[in-house]
């Protein structure tokens, strides 16, 4: 277990907008500007350097949003260094063994430039500053960490290697149990299955492989694949474990993991529900009391066809397309096809308040089927026109908000939002703090970074625009010497500079004008740079 008794490594609070608490794990402290906290450090033995750090998070964070190694400091013996990356690790629930994060956890390793590194007993501290524009470190609601300022970093030693907790999972899969062993392992001694013995309510469960997840990190992450998912969350699951010479040999010190009997497994999986459906019924993951913040996703399928139907919640997997963020569980649907668009499948997503994203509304929210957006429907009162389409967005008085989707077939589906763009100013030529001077009927490069690809539809309909302005008001001007010959405006996005170019075709008839040009966003935000074409 993890807990005071067993590691004195303790859930540091940072100073400044965290405050100064710390505590021992089993007794976290309540933080009210950061919905979760970090564990930072690493397991190892005196005079092993280590060369990373691990930061355990108490939330299942957005593993599609990766901070850039520069928002890091690490500072070993007075020294600061910038870490060389950053990458998420495991994710999953952490079962009651990690009291201060019963809910999830996930881990992020901080790589440390090469040829820096800290053992047991240096003085070892942590900065995170958010830099404007970069992806933050979000949970599932996609709310962002707060900055971190002189975390201590604790190098640990566990002692002998035991195990730290048993969990099976949705973020995994019903069919894996994790072991987190408190040391990691030699990779040439991994058990077999055969020696690991899993019992769910009392009936045997075959093992058919043993993995062995992040053998980089201090810890072990040891998957065992069963042969049938456990599928009941309130089941009673009990792992074995027999030892043999030479498997399971700790990295750190050599020992070998002795064996153990009937460890008692927290199973803490989400809503997954199945079963056979005939034409006008109804499959649900929802509870009777609605979303919770616990529960905060939920589904129901109505099939217009006959067969046998699922409902399986999950950690979102991949990334989202240009300029979307996903936020909340990916939701897996398996249910017969409707006969035709006229007579549809019916299927209800309901998002409780707490999962969705600062300042979003049922208007805002993207459906997104097998990576692709769902539209709203076009045709006729309960039409799937086009297929699938979004019929109904509503919101509740306490904030949960449902969408209900008519669609032909069912499969993957994830929530989205298009996140604010983050302009980050005119590039040259263009300065936006005084008047661009230029050649009535050259074209202007007009450069700027949205901070990613968001794809080329990033204009409302008649952006970008012009309107004219008294040359009067306006101050000495910039002389542009970079123009371009074109025949007419256009947009395109350079990956390797990120950077947008709009080509600006102006007009001859501007000669002797000044003007405003405006370019209005998708998401509402609004810019503008002068030209004076007097030239």
């Known amino acids: 277990m993890l807990g005071a008794s067993v590691i004195s490594i303790a859930p540091l609070v940072s100073p400044g907008p965290l405050g100064s608490t710390s505590a021992a794990l089993g ?46 400091n690490v500072t070993i013996n007075d020294i600061d260094h910038v870490p060389a990356q950053v990458a998420h690790l495991y994710a999953g629930a952490a079962g009651d063994d990690f009291a201060f994060a019963a809910d999830g956890v996930s881990f992020m390793r901080i790589d440390l430039p090469a040829g820096i590194t800290y053992e047991i007993g240096d003085e070892v501290f942590l900065d995170y500053t958010p830099s404007v524009g970069a992806d933050p470190i979000r949970d599932l609601s996609l709310t962002p960490a707060a900055a971190l300022s002189g975390v201590e970093v604790l190098a640990e030693d566990f002692g002998a290697i035991d195990v730290l907790t ?39 469960r075959t093992v058919t492989s043993v993995t062995d997840l992040h053998p980089e990190v201090g810890l072990a992450f040891i998957e065992l694949t069963l042969a049938t998912p456990v599928i009941d969350p309130a089941s009673a699951v009990e792992v074995s474990y027999t030892s043999a010479p030479d498997t399971m040999v700790s990295r750190h010190r050599g020992d070998s993991l002795g064996s153990f009997s009937e460890w008692s497994v927290v199973v803490l999986l989400a809503d997954s529900v199945s079963g056979t459906l005939s034409a006008g019924e109804s499959l649900t993951t929802a509870d009777a009391g609605g979303t919770t913040p616990e529960d905060p996703v939920s589904a ?3 099939t217009t066809g006959e067969g046998s139907a699922s409902i399986e919640e999950s950690l979102v997997e991949g990334t989202p397309p240009a300029g979307y963020a996903f936020f909340g569980h990916q939701v897996d649907i398996t249910m017969p096809d409707a006969p035709s668009a006229d007579q549809p499948n019916v299927i209800t997503f309901e ?27 076009t045709g006729s009162s ?22 209900t989707v008519l669609t032909v077939q ?21 300065d936006a703090d005084h008047p661009n001077v230029v050649k ?50 256009s947009l ?26 405006t370019l209005r966003f998708t998401d509402g935000s609004v810019v503008s740079a002068l030209f004076d074409f007097r030239r």
């Open 300 to 302: 129901t399928i109505t």
């Open 410 to 430: 069912a499969s993957t589906w994830i929530a989205a939002i298009v996140p604010p763009y983050a302009f980050g100013g005119f590039l040259e030529p263009v």
């Open 166 to 204: 048993a969990v099976v999972d949705s973020y995994h899969g019903a069919d894996k149990l994790v072991l987190v062993l408190t040391d990691p392992i030699e990779p040439a001694s991994l058990a077999d299955a055969a020696q690991f013995a899993v019992v769910v309510d009392n009936v045997p």
């Open 440 to 489: 009535a009927g050259r074209a202007v490069p007009v450069k700027f970074s949205l901070d990613g690809d968001r794809g080329l539809d990033i204009f409302v309909d008649g952006s970008p625009s012009t309107t004219v302005v008294d040359c009067d008001d306006l101050a000495d001007g910039d002389v542009i010497e970079t123009t371009l010959t074109a025949g007419q405006s």
């Open 382 to 403: 309960g039409t799937a026109d086009p297929s699938p389409c979004v019929a109904e967005r509503s919101t509740d008085g306490e904030g949960t908000v449902t969408l």
């Open 27 to 72: 007794g976290a402290p309540e933080i009210e500007t950061l919905g979760f906290q970090p564990l930072v450090g690493e397991f190892t033995v005196a005079g092993t350097p280590v060369d990373h750090i691990v930061v355990i998070w108490d939330e299942i964070l957005d593993r599609s949003s990766v901070p850039p190694a520069s928002d890091f």
């Open 492 to 517: 395109r996005y350079d990956d390797s500079s990120d950077t947008y170019e709009y080509v600006w075709k102006t007009e001859r008839s501007w000669d002797g004008s000044c003007r405003r040009l």
């Open 351 to 377: 998002f409780d308040a707490s999962i969705i994203p600062a300042g979003e509304t049922a208007e805002s929210i993207v459906l997104f089927r097998n990576g692709v957006a769902v539209a709203d429907c």
